[in-house]
């Protein structure tokens, strides 16, 4: 007998526990399916973020950050410390403690919103009379019918071609948020978010880290200025980087690598080139994941890279069919998968969900942390769109002197013409915290010179976000 509900939402990570949730909230009979197993084989929802993505790396860079602090800063402060240890197996468990908290709230906050959960892969069946039939396989063996689905089954990692990861020596995020001793070498591939976030972890427990990136230059998504003083600090700071490589080959066989792994690959020069390393992290961007989901039992359509094909507001090409986060276009963020969650709740229920992608914005959670929100200079330059910018450093904020932390600054880039704030780029203390409030003044359609006439706290790391707003028109108070 199938079980009847009004939604049915496929994968518990951000994307579909939040719409899940969202949909409960406004009146529905609501199901979340979800197949992700803790180490216990019981459930743990809430995806990929959850589980090996934002919060378990956060948990370890925030560990890390302790043990740099404490090696390299605490004398600075008069705190002498005497034999400091790093215990990696300890580190390792508070993670993963930090993860069964969250999992564990998700699960509180369905039975709260009464979200009936199902662990266990979803799989379409068919379409039925006004709706579609999905078949639950695991812990849960279910038939659910629903008129309303939204399907939310995130991301996988993806590997070099004819590299599988093997987590021991070969490690997608999974395996470097598990690695239980610190590599003497690690070799990073790909200098995105995760290939820096994990490698500054690592790097500053003690590994000696190589990125080896297929770009000609860094980061480039982020603004130029950004890129080049993160590429400067993080030099500093002892993380060494290649561009412009081709990879040739990975050797992980015992024979030839011994217990570690060897890159051979091309440099920007062409010249041939050998990494050895102990580990190897692959961080070469995600695919969608429509594994198991049986789409072509009801005709839903993929795009060529295998994203659910969606429009603006997230509707499939098949009536009632809704899907939002990393399966679908657009970045692969959390938040941008828990708005799109919460819009399509809200559109299944007729109100107005919105979600404007120009917003969302991006953080790198490395120290400095790089954050930012709208246009970069170089798209503003190639889109020829006439601007303002305004710059102003940590290194004149006295909240950042007193804290230690001076490094970076804020950028504002403001319409020409209106002042209408474009994009605003930050490296630097709490970047990822700072860059709310330009979130909020895009949304409103401020212009630089509202967030320079608001009152900011002093002293505050947010008065060089006002001081930056001010510097659009060169009127820098430098506090
Ligand atoms: C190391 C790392 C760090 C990251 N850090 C950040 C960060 O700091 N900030 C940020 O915004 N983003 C970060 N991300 C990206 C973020 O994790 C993803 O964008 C986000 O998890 C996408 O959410 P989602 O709901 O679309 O999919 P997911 O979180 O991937 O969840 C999908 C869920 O669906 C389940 N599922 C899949 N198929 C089925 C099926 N057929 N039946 C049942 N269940 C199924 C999966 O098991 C999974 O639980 C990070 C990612 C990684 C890898």
């Not at 979340?32 to 197993?37: G, H, L, R, S, V």
């Not at 956060?58 to 002498?80: M, V």
């Not at 240890?85 to 919103?113: E, S």
């Not at 509202?450 to 820098?476: G, N, Q, Y």
Request: net charge negative; with cysteine; charged share 20%.
């Amino acid at each position: 007998m199938s079980k009847q509900f009004d939604v049915v939402v496929i994968g518990g990570g951000p994307g579909g526990y939040i719409g899940a949730i969202r949909a409960a909230q406004l009146g529905f009979n609501v199901a979340c399916i979800d197949e992700w197993k803790n180490d216990k084989g019981g459930p743990a929802p809430g995806g990929t973020c959850t589980n090996v993505g934002c919060i378990p790396s956060k948990a370890l860079l925030q560990s890390s950050e302790h043990y740099e602090h404490a090696a390299k800063h605490f004398g600075e402060h008069g705190i002498s410390l005497d034999n400091l240890q790093m215990d990696v197996a300890k580190m390792v468990a508070r993670k993963n403690g930090v993860v069964k908290q969250n999992n564990d709230g998700i699960l509180y906050l369905f039975k709260k919103n009464k979200v009936s959960f199902f662990h266990g892969r979803g799989s379409f069946a068919k379409a039925v009379d006004g709706g579609y039939e999905i078949t639950v396989a695991g812990a849960a063996n279910e038939t659910l019918t629903a008129k309303q689905v939204i399907i939310a089954t995130g991301s996988n990692p993806r590997a070099l071609p004819g590299l599988a990861f093997d987590e021991e020596k070969v490690l997608s995020n999974d395996g470097a948020l598990r690695i239980g001793a610190v590599p003497g070498k690690l070799g990073v591939i790909g200098s995105g978010v995760i290939g820096l976030e994990m490698g500054s972890v690592w790097r500053r427990l003690g590994s000696e880290v190589t990125v080896l990136e297929a770009m000609p230059a860094f980061l480039m998504a982020a603004d130029e200025g950004v890129a080049k003083e993160a590429q400067k600090v993080f030099t500093k700071q002892g993380l060494k980087f290649e561009f412009g490589v081709k990879i040739s080959s990975v050797d992980t066989a015992a024979e030839t690598a011994g217990n570690g792994v060897v890159v051979n690959y091309t440099d920007a020069k062409g010249g041939e080139q050998k990494l050895a390393v102990d580990k190897l992290i692959v961080s070469i961007g995600r695919t969608a994941n429509t594994i198991g989901l049986n789409p072509e039992a009801v005709g839903l359509k993929l795009d060529e890279r295998g994203a659910i094909v969606v429009d603006d507001e997230c509707r499939t090409n098949l009536p009632g069919i809704w899907a939002v986060g990393d399966v679908v276009r657009g970045p692969m963020l959390a938040h941008k998968a828990e708005e799109e969650g919460v819009a399509v709740a809200e559109r299944i229920a007729g109100q107005h969900g919105h979600v404007d992608l120009a917003l969302v914005p991006y953080v790198i959670y490395t120290s400095p942390e790089i954050a930012w929100v709208g246009r970069t200079e170089q798209q503003l330059k190639a889109d020829g769109v006439a601007y303002k910018a305004g710059q102003f450093p940590f290194l004149a904020n006295g909240r950042a002197r007193a804290l230690g932390d001076t490094t970076g600054f804020v950028k504002f880039l403001a319409d020409a013409k209106t002042d209408e704030i474009l994009g605003v780029h930050i490296i630097g203390p709490s970047a990822s915290e700072l860059v709310a409030e330009a979130c909020v003044a895009m949304a409103f359609k401020a212009s630089a010179e509202d967030i320079a006439r608001i009152c900011h706290a002093h002293p505050s790391l947010s008065e060089s976000t006002k001081e930056a707003a001010l510097a659009v028109d060169k009127r820098t108070l430098n506090f």
